[in-house]
């Protein structure tokens, strides 16, 4: 008694199709299969029953008794294994030795379906610069969407990225900061992965906005009563800076 297998999988719904088959390999056998015999995959059960009418004994005969198709989901990562167990009563005697039940059963592993792209970013990007995103996709039939979010709150939310396309970049904007004096904010992305009918999934991950300070230059000393010049070099053309100074740990002029 043994099995055969076959699967087909469907992205779009997460599942496999599933075809057992079971044979029987003997000489010469006369008789029926017994009430009680069956095929089970993935736990879905079925009885089976077949009348044997072999006189070779001079070969190994194979027969087909049993067929059985199901549609099995997947888990939520696309892994999935199920088991098959089938059971032939038969309840006589084979070359002169007495059989009772003859059974077999297996665990199998089904194709991995996949599932969401995963994305990657730098671990951190100054405002007004590029993020580059880098998408890693499942499968090379996926659309994918990113969405920039900030404790929760939605603030960009691209178009669709054509199948096929693994980049996306998008440049930071300093209003994402206003109303706060942080100079660095957390930003969670998210990619979120399509079929062309349907939706698969979403992974995210994390990166830091930093502010930059614009940097300066003046002369190393100068005298008193003199004036001195003061080289901003900004870190962008929308800066603006204020300047403090202080002697002796007294704040002079701001």
Sequence with gaps: LYVEWSSTSDVNTNSSKVTVNLYVKSYSLRGSALSGSYLSVNGNQSDWSYTFNI???SSITTTKVATKTVTVT????????IPIKANFKFNGTYG??????LSVSKTVTLDNIPRAS???VPSSVNVWSNLNVTITPSSSSYRHKVRFTVDGDVKYTSGYIAAGIKSFSYQIPR??????SDKKMTVTLYTYTSSST????SKSTTTIIKVPCSSFSMPTSTNTGSSFKITISPYNS???HRFRFVVNGDSKLT
Excluded: E, F, M
């Design 74 to 81: 997947h888990n939520s990562d696309g892994t999935k294994s």
């Design 175 to 180: 209003s994402w900061l206003t109303g706060t």
């Design 198 to 201: 349907s939706s698969i999934g």
């Design 96 to 101: 002169g030795v007495y059989v009772g039940d």
């Design 55 to 57: 006189s070779n004994n």
């Design 238 to 240: 929308s800066c603006r």
């Design 118 to 120: 995963s994305l990657s």
